[in-house]
């Protein structure tokens, strides 16, 4: 070999060291971008994720007590609080709706959802895997059969299926309970919601199932022959789920939420929207209001849609029915008379000649309440401004109004409802009464006024969304026909109105 053979070797042994050195180096740099890239994905916290991204993942449950397409769009109180913690991080909400409570924690553990809003209720088995917000409400778990079966008084009086959600507190809470009661028995079922084994029970598919009290409070204003066996157990907290993990900070930024949010008042408002006037349950009041919706009402729908404009006529037919039954000759020993139980000197200011004509009472009770509604300050929010009016419509504005002085006088805000409602029935009491310029009222009335037309008024919302989809799918399938066929509506009959006597009121 040569100088210059070897040189050659040399300088190609030199060229692939280099080779290797790059090849080495670009490697490095790549593992370095990679591994940093990562670690700093890894240090990004929950919080900033969310803003990062701009939305807040949402796990729920689909229940009239959680979420629901409402008449308005999306509804329920989960839906209501999980709406403004988005705002409160300043995000947008995203939430997702599955069918079982299995897969709910699912998406808690990997990662599919930041929270879980979904009714649960905090118990020590889910507390091993999950940590929760602080409890925004309490409830009870209630063995619940079909009106008229057996009365089951106790665990030990069950004869029959008894059927509840898998992975559900009231599953856990049968397990606990079959340590002292060896022969109790139940079925699980991943297939079903709570309110399917309600209608389950109703239909007597099955014979028992079990349901949080505040979910079968808003069941029964439909369903009244859903009757309650016993309670089970101690009450338990409602509250948000997360997944256990070093970062705290979006469960630390729910409990300063649900703070700011109870001292607020905020919360004790939205609770009282949705569950204050369902306390309590009346069975045959129920039952008597729902086949009178299937009755009455249809002779007077036309008039109650007529005379609303622009007000929703459930609400007046709600109104209606709370003051007479929707009863067009109706009257009162105090001289209120016809549907809208109007006075003698509110039908003269409003221009209604005869109260006993149901016409003539539905329209005039629709532009009194009008009226009435005008007179509540414009500041005060929907629904409570619509609450105030009722109250007003019943008792007068001058009542309510010492009732709001109260109110504030307390240290309470007289535009809530929640906090006025609780300060009028003590315009019975003369230590009260005597501090206000209109003076004594039975100020509880109105309360309980207030309650019913609600009640009234979200059963004849669900009645009538029924009648509509029912409605829209039978234009559908007409559609759908080569040769449609169109009846023309029968007209209701409506009742020959009664002659007012003049002679008695002039």
Same mark, same amino acid.
Request: hydrophobic residues 35%; proline residues 4%; neutral net charge.
């Given at each position: 070999?040569?100088?210059?053979? *070897? ?81 409160? @991080?300043? %995000?947008? =909400? ?48 209630? =063995? ?17 299926? @008894? ?11 049968? @397990? ?5 009661? *060896? ?13 399917? @084994? ?18 079968? *409070? ?59 006037? %369902? ?161 004594? *009222? ?7 006024? %207030? ?56």
């Amino acid at each position: 070999m040569n100088i210059k053979q *070897a040189l050659i070797i040399l300088a190609d042994r030199d060229h692939k060291f280099s080779l290797r050195i790059l090849f080495s180096g670009l490697l490095l740099v790549i593992f370095s971008i990679l591994y940093f890239g990562i670690s700093k994905t890894n240090s990004t916290s929950h919080i900033e994720q969310i803003k990062n991204r701009g939305t807040l993942n949402v796990i729920t449950r689909s229940s009239p007590t959680t979420f629901y397409i409402g008449y308005q769009g999306p509804e329920g109180v989960e839906y209501q609080l999980a709406s403004r913690f988005a705002e409160h @991080l300043g %995000v947008e =909400l995203e939430i997702t709706s599955v069918d079982s409570i299995s897969d709910i924690f699912i998406a808690l553990q990997t990662g599919k959802a930041d929270l879980a809003a979904a009714g649960l209720s905090i118990t020590p088995e889910r507390e091993l895997n999950f940590t929760f917000s602080p409890a925004y409400q309490e409830v009870s778990q209630k =063995l619940v059969f079909k009106q008229g079966k057996r009365w089951p008084r106790n665990i030990n009086q069950l004869n029959g299926e @008894l059927r509840v959600m898998a992975g559900s507190s009231h599953a856990q809470k049968l @397990l606990d309970l079959k340590q002292h009661h *060896a022969g109790l028995s139940w079925t699980e079922t991943v297939n079903n919601s709570s309110e399917d @084994l309600l209608a389950k029970v109703l239909d007597e598919s099955i014979d028992y199932t079990i349901s949080d009290s505040n979910e079968l *409070a808003l069941n029964r204003r439909f369903y009244p022959e859903l009757a309650i066996g016993f309670s089970i157990g101690e009450p338990e907290q409602i509250a948000w789920a997360f997944k256990k993990s070093n970062d705290e900070g979006l469960r630390a930024e729910a409990i300063k939420f649900f703070g700011e949010f109870r001292k607020s008042g905020e919360l004790a408002h939205l609770m009282e929207r949705h569950y204050g006037h %369902v306390e309590d349950f009346d069975y045959v009041g129920t039952r008597e209001f729902l086949a009178a919706a299937q009755t009455k009402l249809t002779k007077y729908l036309d008039t109650f849609h007529k005379a609303a404009g622009d007000m929703d006529w459930r609400l007046l037919a709600a109104i209606g029915y709370q003051e007479s039954h929707w009863n067009p000759r109706a009257r009162s020993p105090t001289g209120v008379r016809g549907i809208m139980m109007l006075t003698l000197n509110t039908a003269k200011h409003i221009g209604v000649k005869n109260r006993l004509d149901a016409e003539q009472s539905i329209m005039g009770g629709a532009k009194y309440f009008k009226i009435v509604l005008k007179r509540i300050p414009a500041r005060i929010p929907e629904p409570d401004r619509t609450w105030f009016a009722l109250a007003s419509y019943n008792i007068g504005w001058g009542h309510v109004e010492d009732a709001r002085i109260l109110t504030e006088r307390q240290g309470a805000d007289p535009d809530r409802w929640v906090d006025v409602k609780e300060r009028l029935p003590l315009l019975r009491q003369r230590k009260y009464y005597k501090q206000t310029r209109y003076g004594y *009222a039975r100020g509880n009335e109105p309360v309980q006024y %207030v309650d019913n037309i609600r009640r009234y008024y979200e059963t004849l919302q669900w009645i009538s969304d029924e009648v509509e989809l029912e409605a829209q799918s039978s234009k559908t399938m007409l559609a759908e026909q080569s040769t449609p066929v169109t009846k023309a509506p029968k007209q209701a009959p409506q009742d020959k109105p009664a002659v007012e006597e003049a002679q008695t009121e002039n």
